[in-house]
Protein backbone atom coordinates (compact mmCIF):
# COMPACT_ATOMS: atom_id res chain seq x y z
CA UNK A 1 0.00 0.00 0.00
CA UNK A 2 1.57 3.21 -1.20
CA UNK A 3 1.77 5.26 2.26
CA UNK A 4 0.36 9.06 1.53
CA UNK A 5 3.27 12.20 1.36
CA UNK A 6 3.21 14.08 4.37
CA UNK A 7 3.64 17.89 3.00
CA UNK A 8 5.28 18.91 6.48
CA UNK A 9 2.40 22.07 7.40
CA UNK A 10 -1.10 21.45 7.94
CA UNK A 11 -2.51 25.28 6.96
CA UNK A 12 -0.70 27.16 4.69
CA UNK A 13 -1.14 31.09 5.16
CA UNK A 14 -0.49 33.32 2.62
CA UNK A 15 -0.65 37.13 3.87
CA UNK A 16 0.81 38.98 6.99
CA UNK A 17 -2.15 41.48 8.01
CA UNK A 18 -4.60 41.17 10.52
CA UNK A 19 -6.68 38.35 8.63
CA UNK A 20 -3.54 36.15 8.12
CA UNK A 21 -2.44 36.67 11.82
CA UNK A 22 -5.62 35.63 13.44
CA UNK A 23 -6.38 32.52 10.48
CA UNK A 24 -2.92 31.59 11.87
CA UNK A 25 -3.32 31.73 15.97
CA UNK A 26 -6.54 30.45 15.15
CA UNK A 27 -5.29 27.45 13.45
CA UNK A 28 -2.37 26.76 15.66
CA UNK A 29 -4.43 26.74 18.52
CA UNK A 30 -6.81 24.14 16.83
CA UNK A 31 -3.64 21.80 16.95
CA UNK A 32 -2.62 22.48 13.09
CA UNK A 33 1.53 23.06 11.90
CA UNK A 34 1.10 26.41 10.31
CA UNK A 35 3.30 28.70 7.98
CA UNK A 36 2.62 32.17 7.51
CA UNK A 37 4.04 33.30 3.85
CA UNK A 38 4.60 37.40 3.98
CA UNK A 39 5.62 38.88 0.43
CA UNK A 40 7.53 42.05 2.49
CA UNK A 41 10.29 42.03 4.78
CA UNK A 42 9.97 41.83 8.75
CA UNK A 43 9.55 46.09 8.86
CA UNK A 44 6.90 46.65 6.04
CA UNK A 45 4.44 43.40 7.23
CA UNK A 46 1.20 43.43 7.80
CA UNK A 47 -0.11 45.18 4.79
CA UNK A 48 -2.77 47.56 5.50
CA UNK A 49 -3.21 46.79 8.51
CA UNK A 50 -0.37 48.58 9.71
CA UNK A 51 -1.96 51.52 8.89
CA UNK A 52 -5.59 50.74 11.04
CA UNK A 53 -6.69 52.20 14.30
CA UNK A 54 -9.98 50.45 15.56
CA UNK A 55 -12.64 47.59 14.67
CA UNK A 56 -16.21 48.01 14.91
CA UNK A 57 -18.15 44.65 16.66
CA UNK A 58 -21.25 44.54 17.78
CA UNK A 59 -21.75 44.56 21.78
CA UNK A 60 -24.58 44.62 24.23
CA UNK A 61 -23.16 46.82 26.82
CA UNK A 62 -20.55 49.43 27.53
CA UNK A 63 -17.01 48.38 28.18
CA UNK A 64 -13.88 50.03 29.54
CA UNK A 65 -13.50 51.33 25.53
CA UNK A 66 -16.72 51.72 24.61
CA UNK A 67 -19.50 54.28 25.76
CA UNK A 68 -22.44 52.34 25.09
CA UNK A 69 -24.10 49.19 23.20
CA UNK A 70 -24.10 48.63 19.76
CA UNK A 71 -26.51 46.04 19.32
CA UNK A 72 -26.44 43.65 16.09
CA UNK A 73 -29.73 44.93 14.51
CA UNK A 74 -27.98 48.41 14.27
CA UNK A 75 -24.77 47.06 12.85
CA UNK A 76 -26.84 45.53 9.86
CA UNK A 77 -28.60 48.14 9.30
CA UNK A 78 -25.49 50.78 9.67
CA UNK A 79 -24.06 48.39 7.05
CA UNK A 80 -27.26 48.31 4.77
CA UNK A 81 -27.52 52.09 5.08
CA UNK A 82 -23.72 52.54 3.59
CA UNK A 83 -23.68 49.58 0.86
CA UNK A 84 -27.45 50.61 -0.32
CA UNK A 85 -28.21 46.99 0.45
CA UNK A 86 -25.67 45.42 -1.98
CA UNK A 87 -24.62 42.85 0.77
CA UNK A 88 -24.84 39.21 0.90
CA UNK A 89 -27.33 39.79 3.67
CA UNK A 90 -27.34 36.17 5.33
CA UNK A 91 -23.29 36.52 5.29
CA UNK A 92 -23.48 39.93 6.69
CA UNK A 93 -25.82 38.65 9.78
CA UNK A 94 -23.51 35.83 10.42
CA UNK A 95 -20.50 37.83 10.58
CA UNK A 96 -21.91 40.65 12.72
CA UNK A 97 -22.93 37.91 15.92
CA UNK A 98 -19.53 36.48 15.30
CA UNK A 99 -17.83 40.01 15.95
CA UNK A 100 -19.41 39.76 19.13
CA UNK A 101 -16.87 37.50 20.42
CA UNK A 102 -13.96 39.62 18.95
CA UNK A 103 -13.14 42.22 21.41
CA UNK A 104 -12.41 39.35 23.79
CA UNK A 105 -11.00 37.13 21.45
CA UNK A 106 -8.23 39.68 20.00
CA UNK A 107 -7.99 40.89 24.14
CA UNK A 108 -6.90 37.50 24.58
CA UNK A 109 -4.49 37.36 21.68
CA UNK A 110 -2.34 40.02 23.43
CA UNK A 111 -3.92 42.99 21.72
CA UNK A 112 -5.13 46.08 24.18
CA UNK A 113 -7.48 48.82 23.43
CA UNK A 114 -7.99 52.48 24.61
CA UNK A 115 -10.96 54.95 24.66
CA UNK A 116 -11.82 56.14 21.39
CA UNK A 117 -10.63 59.22 19.64
CA UNK A 118 -12.81 62.20 19.37
CA UNK A 119 -13.12 64.97 17.04
CA UNK A 120 -15.71 63.93 13.54
CA UNK A 121 -14.91 60.51 13.96
CA UNK A 122 -18.06 60.00 16.84
CA UNK A 123 -17.21 56.58 16.98
CA UNK A 124 -17.15 56.21 21.06
CA UNK A 125 -19.94 53.91 21.08
CA UNK A 126 -19.16 51.59 18.10
CA UNK A 127 -15.63 50.95 17.77
CA UNK A 128 -12.69 49.56 19.79
CA UNK A 129 -9.31 51.23 19.06
CA UNK A 130 -6.09 49.48 19.37
CA UNK A 131 -3.54 50.97 21.87
CA UNK A 132 -0.92 52.02 19.96
CA UNK A 133 -2.40 51.56 16.43
CA UNK A 134 -2.60 48.99 13.96
CA UNK A 135 1.31 48.27 13.94
CA UNK A 136 0.99 47.61 18.12
CA UNK A 137 -1.69 45.22 17.11
CA UNK A 138 0.08 43.87 14.37
CA UNK A 139 3.37 43.25 16.74
CA UNK A 140 1.34 41.73 19.34
CA UNK A 141 -0.50 39.23 17.37
CA UNK A 142 2.72 38.21 15.58
CA UNK A 143 4.35 37.76 19.22
CA UNK A 144 1.36 35.24 20.24
CA UNK A 145 1.66 33.69 17.26
CA UNK A 146 5.37 32.82 17.22
CA UNK A 147 4.69 31.78 20.57
CA UNK A 148 2.89 29.29 19.97
CA UNK A 149 5.07 27.62 17.35
CA UNK A 150 3.33 29.83 14.19
CA UNK A 151 6.54 29.92 11.64
CA UNK A 152 6.77 33.15 9.27
CA UNK A 153 8.74 33.39 6.37
CA UNK A 154 9.13 37.04 5.22
CA UNK A 155 10.19 38.22 1.70
CA UNK A 156 8.15 35.24 0.59
CA UNK A 157 6.11 36.11 -2.50
CA UNK A 158 3.79 33.91 -3.58
CA UNK A 159 4.13 33.30 -7.32
CA UNK A 160 2.28 30.48 -8.48
CA UNK A 161 -0.36 28.51 -7.05
CA UNK A 162 -0.89 24.64 -8.05
CA UNK A 163 -4.47 24.04 -7.91
CA UNK A 164 -6.47 20.95 -9.32
CA UNK A 165 -10.31 20.63 -9.51
CA UNK A 166 -10.79 22.79 -6.50
CA UNK A 167 -8.12 21.50 -4.07
CA UNK A 168 -4.87 23.44 -3.19
CA UNK A 169 -1.75 21.46 -3.99
CA UNK A 170 1.33 23.58 -3.53
CA UNK A 171 2.22 27.38 -3.08
CA UNK A 172 6.05 28.58 -5.41
CA UNK A 173 7.87 30.86 -3.46
CA UNK A 174 11.67 31.69 -5.58
CA UNK A 175 10.95 28.57 -7.27
CA UNK A 176 10.26 26.86 -4.00
CA UNK A 177 6.99 24.13 -4.05
CA UNK A 178 5.30 24.74 -0.54
CA UNK A 179 3.11 22.08 -0.02
CA UNK A 180 0.06 21.62 3.09
CA UNK A 181 -3.11 20.14 3.73
CA UNK A 182 -5.36 23.59 3.54
CA UNK A 183 -4.64 27.19 2.26
CA UNK A 184 -5.89 30.50 3.77
CA UNK A 185 -5.27 33.36 1.61
CA UNK A 186 -5.51 36.39 3.50
CA UNK A 187 -3.24 38.40 0.74
CA UNK A 188 -5.19 41.43 0.30
CA UNK A 189 -6.89 43.29 -2.89
CA UNK A 190 -5.47 44.71 -6.24
CA UNK A 191 -5.10 48.08 -5.71
CA UNK A 192 -0.93 48.43 -5.61
CA UNK A 193 -1.94 47.03 -9.47
CA UNK A 194 -1.96 50.14 -11.12
CA UNK A 195 -2.29 48.76 -14.29
CA UNK A 196 -5.71 46.39 -13.27
CA UNK A 197 -7.06 49.32 -12.17
CA UNK A 198 -6.63 50.93 -15.27
CA UNK A 199 -8.42 48.17 -16.68
CA UNK A 200 -11.87 49.88 -15.12
CA UNK A 201 -10.86 53.19 -14.52
CA UNK A 202 -8.95 54.15 -17.48
CA UNK A 203 -5.92 56.60 -17.13
CA UNK A 204 -7.60 58.00 -14.13
CA UNK A 205 -6.19 55.45 -12.25
CA UNK A 206 -2.15 57.54 -12.71
CA UNK A 207 -3.68 60.01 -10.11
CA UNK A 208 -4.76 57.51 -7.29
CA UNK A 209 -2.67 57.53 -4.16
CA UNK A 210 -2.31 53.85 -2.79
CA UNK A 211 -2.63 54.52 1.57
CA UNK A 212 -2.03 51.39 2.81
CA UNK A 213 1.02 48.82 1.16
CA UNK A 214 2.44 48.76 -2.56
CA UNK A 215 2.51 44.76 -1.97
CA UNK A 216 -1.13 44.26 -2.84
CA UNK A 217 -0.74 43.39 -6.26
CA UNK A 218 -3.54 41.28 -6.67
CA UNK A 219 -1.14 37.84 -7.74
CA UNK A 220 -3.13 35.87 -5.30
CA UNK A 221 -6.65 36.68 -6.68
CA UNK A 222 -5.85 36.58 -9.91
CA UNK A 223 -4.14 33.15 -9.67
CA UNK A 224 -7.49 31.83 -7.86
CA UNK A 225 -10.05 33.17 -10.18
CA UNK A 226 -8.06 31.61 -13.15
CA UNK A 227 -7.97 28.44 -11.44
CA UNK A 228 -11.89 28.28 -11.21
CA UNK A 229 -12.61 30.05 -8.26
CA UNK A 230 -16.10 31.99 -8.02
CA UNK A 231 -15.16 35.98 -7.49
CA UNK A 232 -17.50 38.03 -5.79
CA UNK A 233 -17.42 42.30 -5.86
CA UNK A 234 -17.51 45.43 -8.47
CA UNK A 235 -14.23 45.59 -9.74
CA UNK A 236 -14.81 49.33 -9.95
CA UNK A 237 -15.79 49.61 -6.06
CA UNK A 238 -13.32 49.85 -3.04
CA UNK A 239 -12.68 51.67 -0.14
CA UNK A 240 -11.23 55.41 -0.95
CA UNK A 241 -11.19 58.16 0.70
CA UNK A 242 -9.71 61.43 0.08
CA UNK A 243 -6.72 61.82 1.25
CA UNK A 244 -4.15 65.27 1.24
CA UNK A 245 -2.75 65.78 -2.77
CA UNK A 246 0.81 66.19 -1.34
CA UNK A 247 0.90 62.16 0.39
CA UNK A 248 3.44 60.04 -1.36
CA UNK A 249 2.08 57.34 -3.93
CA UNK A 250 2.20 54.23 -1.28
CA UNK A 251 1.81 53.94 2.38
CA UNK A 252 0.64 57.64 3.42
CA UNK A 253 -1.45 55.77 5.60
CA UNK A 254 -3.79 57.31 7.87
CA UNK A 255 -2.08 60.22 8.77
CA UNK A 256 -2.61 61.49 5.14
CA UNK A 257 -6.45 61.28 5.15
CA UNK A 258 -8.36 64.28 5.82
CA UNK A 259 -11.62 64.53 8.11
CA UNK A 260 -13.06 68.32 7.54
CA UNK A 261 -15.21 68.24 4.88
CA UNK A 262 -17.57 68.24 7.02
CA UNK A 263 -16.96 71.74 8.78
CA UNK A 264 -16.49 73.67 4.82
CA UNK A 265 -17.44 72.58 1.21
CA UNK A 266 -15.63 70.81 -1.23
CA UNK A 267 -14.80 71.97 -5.04
CA UNK A 268 -13.00 70.69 -8.17
CA UNK A 269 -10.28 72.32 -10.76
CA UNK A 270 -13.62 74.41 -12.12
CA UNK A 271 -14.04 75.86 -8.39
CA UNK A 272 -17.73 73.75 -8.68
CA UNK A 273 -18.83 71.99 -5.68
CA UNK A 274 -20.09 68.50 -6.50
CA UNK A 275 -21.90 66.60 -3.82
CA UNK A 276 -23.28 66.97 -0.40
CA UNK A 277 -20.44 67.79 1.74
CA UNK A 278 -23.54 66.94 4.95
CA UNK A 279 -25.01 64.04 3.82
CA UNK A 280 -24.62 62.06 6.82
CA UNK A 281 -22.38 61.31 10.33
CA UNK A 282 -18.80 61.68 8.95
CA UNK A 283 -17.69 57.82 9.27
CA UNK A 284 -20.71 56.23 7.45
CA UNK A 285 -19.25 58.82 4.66
CA UNK A 286 -15.73 59.33 4.53
CA UNK A 287 -15.06 56.00 2.50
CA UNK A 288 -17.33 57.58 -0.61
CA UNK A 289 -15.66 60.83 -0.88
CA UNK A 290 -12.20 59.04 -2.52
CA UNK A 291 -14.38 57.72 -5.59
CA UNK A 292 -16.12 61.12 -6.09
CA UNK A 293 -12.90 63.04 -6.29
CA UNK A 294 -11.53 60.20 -8.81
CA UNK A 295 -15.21 61.31 -11.11
CA UNK A 296 -13.67 64.67 -10.80
CA UNK A 297 -11.25 66.15 -13.53
CA UNK A 298 -7.76 65.18 -13.49
CA UNK A 299 -8.97 63.10 -9.95
CA UNK A 300 -8.24 66.31 -7.94
CA UNK A 301 -10.44 68.61 -5.51
CA UNK A 302 -9.98 71.05 -2.65
CA UNK A 303 -11.58 71.21 0.86
CA UNK A 304 -12.27 75.08 1.42
CA UNK A 305 -13.17 75.97 5.14
CA UNK A 306 -12.62 79.45 7.21
CA UNK A 307 -11.04 80.08 10.56
CA UNK A 308 -13.92 79.16 12.61
CA UNK A 309 -13.55 74.74 11.97
CA UNK A 310 -9.83 74.75 11.69
CA UNK A 311 -9.51 73.42 15.39
CA UNK A 312 -12.68 71.05 14.82
CA UNK A 313 -11.05 68.15 13.56
CA UNK A 314 -7.74 66.23 13.52
CA UNK A 315 -5.15 67.55 10.95
CA UNK A 316 -3.42 65.85 8.26
CA UNK A 317 0.24 65.42 8.14
CA UNK A 318 0.59 68.59 5.96
CA UNK A 319 -0.74 72.33 7.08
CA UNK A 320 -3.89 73.20 5.41
CA UNK A 321 -3.12 76.21 3.00
CA UNK A 322 -4.09 79.64 4.20
CA UNK A 323 -4.61 83.40 2.72
CA UNK A 324 -6.41 85.99 3.83
CA UNK A 325 -9.04 86.27 0.85
CA UNK A 326 -11.15 83.59 -0.65
CA UNK A 327 -9.48 85.38 -4.20
CA UNK A 328 -5.77 84.87 -3.12
CA UNK A 329 -6.42 81.18 -1.75
CA UNK A 330 -7.80 80.62 -5.52
CA UNK A 331 -4.52 82.06 -6.85
CA UNK A 332 -2.22 79.51 -4.23
CA UNK A 333 -4.27 76.79 -5.29
CA UNK A 334 -4.63 77.41 -9.12
CA UNK A 335 -8.09 77.84 -9.28
CA UNK A 336 -10.36 80.85 -10.94
CA UNK A 337 -10.75 83.83 -8.19
CA UNK A 338 -14.02 84.78 -9.70
CA UNK A 339 -14.95 81.06 -9.83
CA UNK A 340 -14.25 80.45 -6.24
CA UNK A 341 -15.76 83.60 -5.39
CA UNK A 342 -19.09 83.12 -6.79
CA UNK A 343 -19.31 79.72 -5.64
CA UNK A 344 -18.47 80.58 -1.74
CA UNK A 345 -21.03 83.57 -2.36
CA UNK A 346 -23.63 81.29 -3.95
CA UNK A 347 -23.04 78.85 -0.46
CA UNK A 348 -22.73 81.74 1.84
CA UNK A 349 -26.40 82.92 0.62
CA UNK A 350 -27.70 79.76 0.51
CA UNK A 351 -26.78 78.52 4.45
CA UNK A 352 -30.03 78.77 6.77
CA UNK A 353 -29.05 79.32 11.12
CA UNK A 354 -29.41 76.45 12.94
CA UNK A 355 -27.89 75.03 16.04
CA UNK A 356 -24.54 73.34 14.98
CA UNK A 357 -23.55 70.19 16.24
CA UNK A 358 -20.95 67.75 14.43
CA UNK A 359 -22.10 65.23 16.73
CA UNK A 360 -25.31 64.53 15.50
CA UNK A 361 -27.31 65.59 12.10
CA UNK A 362 -28.04 68.97 13.02
CA UNK A 363 -30.25 71.44 11.38
CA UNK A 364 -27.39 73.67 9.82
CA UNK A 365 -28.94 73.58 5.94
CA UNK A 366 -28.58 75.28 3.01
CA UNK A 367 -31.45 76.16 0.87
CA UNK A 368 -31.58 75.79 -2.97
CA UNK A 369 -28.05 75.29 -3.54
CA UNK A 370 -27.60 72.39 -5.75
CA UNK A 371 -26.25 70.20 -4.53
CA UNK A 372 -27.18 70.77 -1.08
CA UNK A 373 -25.57 70.45 2.12
CA UNK A 374 -28.24 68.96 4.40
CA UNK A 375 -25.97 69.30 7.70
CA UNK A 376 -23.23 71.71 9.65
CA UNK A 377 -23.66 74.33 6.36
CA UNK A 378 -22.02 77.45 8.51
CA UNK A 379 -21.29 80.22 6.13
CA UNK A 380 -17.25 80.54 4.84
CA UNK A 381 -16.57 84.02 5.86
CA UNK A 382 -13.94 84.28 9.13
CA UNK A 383 -10.77 84.74 7.60
CA UNK A 384 -8.37 83.75 7.27
CA UNK A 385 -9.56 81.01 4.90
CA UNK A 386 -8.17 77.56 4.36
CA UNK A 387 -7.90 74.12 1.97
CA UNK A 388 -6.25 70.77 1.50
CA UNK A 389 -5.55 69.70 -1.73
CA UNK A 390 -7.44 66.03 -2.29
CA UNK A 391 -6.92 63.26 -4.31
CA UNK A 392 -8.21 59.37 -4.17
CA UNK A 393 -7.18 57.40 -1.47
CA UNK A 394 -7.30 53.85 -2.62
CA UNK A 395 -7.50 51.30 0.45
CA UNK A 396 -8.15 48.61 -0.89
CA UNK A 397 -10.37 46.78 -3.73
CA UNK A 398 -13.70 44.86 -3.38
CA UNK A 399 -13.32 42.17 -5.96
CA UNK A 400 -12.87 39.04 -4.36
CA UNK A 401 -13.85 35.01 -4.10
CA UNK A 402 -16.65 33.93 -2.83
CA UNK A 403 -16.80 32.13 0.43
CA UNK A 404 -19.20 30.59 2.51
CA UNK A 405 -20.33 30.69 6.34
CA UNK A 406 -16.95 28.82 7.06
CA UNK A 407 -14.81 31.21 5.02
CA UNK A 408 -14.21 28.05 2.08
CA UNK A 409 -14.11 29.52 -1.01
CA UNK A 410 -16.72 28.66 -4.11
CA UNK A 411 -15.81 27.57 -7.08
CA UNK A 412 -17.68 28.94 -9.93
CA UNK A 413 -19.51 25.93 -11.03
CA UNK A 414 -20.74 26.18 -7.74
CA UNK A 415 -19.09 23.73 -5.33
CA UNK A 416 -16.83 24.71 -2.33
CA UNK A 417 -13.51 24.26 -2.91
CA UNK A 418 -12.17 21.20 -1.65
CA UNK A 419 -8.96 22.52 0.93
CA UNK A 420 -9.26 26.69 0.23
CA UNK A 421 -10.11 29.45 2.82
CA UNK A 422 -10.46 33.38 2.82
CA UNK A 423 -10.41 35.40 4.72
CA UNK A 424 -10.19 39.44 5.06
CA UNK A 425 -9.55 41.99 1.86
CA UNK A 426 -9.67 39.26 -0.66
CA UNK A 427 -13.10 38.01 0.24
CA UNK A 428 -14.42 41.43 1.83
CA UNK A 429 -16.78 42.19 -1.65
CA UNK A 430 -19.16 39.18 -0.27
CA UNK A 431 -20.22 41.61 2.39
CA UNK A 432 -19.34 45.10 1.05
CA UNK A 433 -20.69 45.86 -2.32
CA UNK A 434 -20.25 49.15 -2.24
CA UNK A 435 -19.44 51.91 0.48
CA UNK A 436 -18.25 51.33 3.84
CA UNK A 437 -18.26 52.25 7.60
CA UNK A 438 -15.32 52.75 9.56
CA UNK A 439 -13.86 49.66 10.63
CA UNK A 440 -15.34 46.86 9.15
CA UNK A 441 -12.73 45.72 6.98
CA UNK A 442 -11.20 44.84 10.47
CA UNK A 443 -13.63 42.73 11.27
CA UNK A 444 -14.40 41.11 8.59
CA UNK A 445 -10.77 40.05 8.40
CA UNK A 446 -10.85 39.08 12.11
CA UNK A 447 -13.75 37.17 12.05
CA UNK A 448 -13.13 35.46 8.76
CA UNK A 449 -9.50 35.22 9.54
CA UNK A 450 -10.57 33.22 12.61
CA UNK A 451 -13.17 31.13 11.08
CA UNK A 452 -10.79 30.68 7.95
CA UNK A 453 -8.16 29.08 10.79
CA UNK A 454 -9.91 26.67 13.08
CA UNK A 455 -11.42 25.16 9.80
CA UNK A 456 -8.44 24.67 7.84
CA UNK A 457 -7.26 23.56 10.80
CA UNK A 458 -10.04 20.57 11.46
CA UNK A 459 -10.08 19.56 7.74
CA UNK A 460 -6.54 19.27 7.58
CA UNK A 461 -6.38 17.21 11.19
CA UNK A 462 -8.87 14.81 9.95
CA UNK A 463 -6.49 14.49 6.72
CA UNK A 464 -3.57 14.05 8.76
CA UNK A 465 -5.63 11.12 11.02
CA UNK A 466 -6.31 9.72 7.43
CA UNK A 467 -2.39 9.74 6.80
CA UNK A 468 -1.42 8.81 10.10
CA UNK A 469 -4.14 5.24 9.62
CA UNK A 470 -2.78 5.03 6.32
CA UNK A 471 0.74 4.85 7.44
CA UNK A 472 -0.73 2.54 10.53
CA UNK A 473 -2.10 -0.56 7.65
CA UNK A 474 1.31 -0.09 5.50
CA UNK A 475 3.55 -0.98 8.78
CA UNK A 476 1.62 -3.55 9.58
CA UNK A 477 0.53 -5.04 5.71
Not at 84 to 89: A, L
Not at 188 to 211: D, P
Not at 233 to 257: E, F, L
Not at 378 to 389: G, M
Request: net charge negative; hydrophobic share 40%; charged share 25%.
Amino acid sequence: MQVPEDPGYDVLVIGGGNAALCAAISARRDGARVLVLEASDAFWRGGNTRHTRNMRCAHDTATGSLSGPYTEEEFFEDLMRVTKGKTDQDLARFMITESKQMLTWIEQQGVRWQPSLGGTLSLGRTNSFFLGGGRAMLNALYRTAEALGVDVRYEAEVTDLEIEDGMFLSATVRGERIRAKALVTASGGFESNIEWLKQYWGEAAENFLIRGTRNNMGTILRLLLDAGVQEVGDPTQCHAVAIDARAPKYDGGIITRLDCVVFGIVVNKHAQRFYDEGEDIWPKRYAIWGRLVAAQPDQIAYILFDASSLNLFMPSLFPPISAPTIEALAETLGLDPEALRATVDGFNAAVRPGNFDDKILDDCRTEGLDPPKTHWARRIEAAPFYAYPVRPGITFTYLGTRVTHEARMMMADGRPSANMFAAGEIMAGNVLGEGYAAGIGMTIGAVFGRIAGREAARLARGNRQQGDVAVSEAAHG
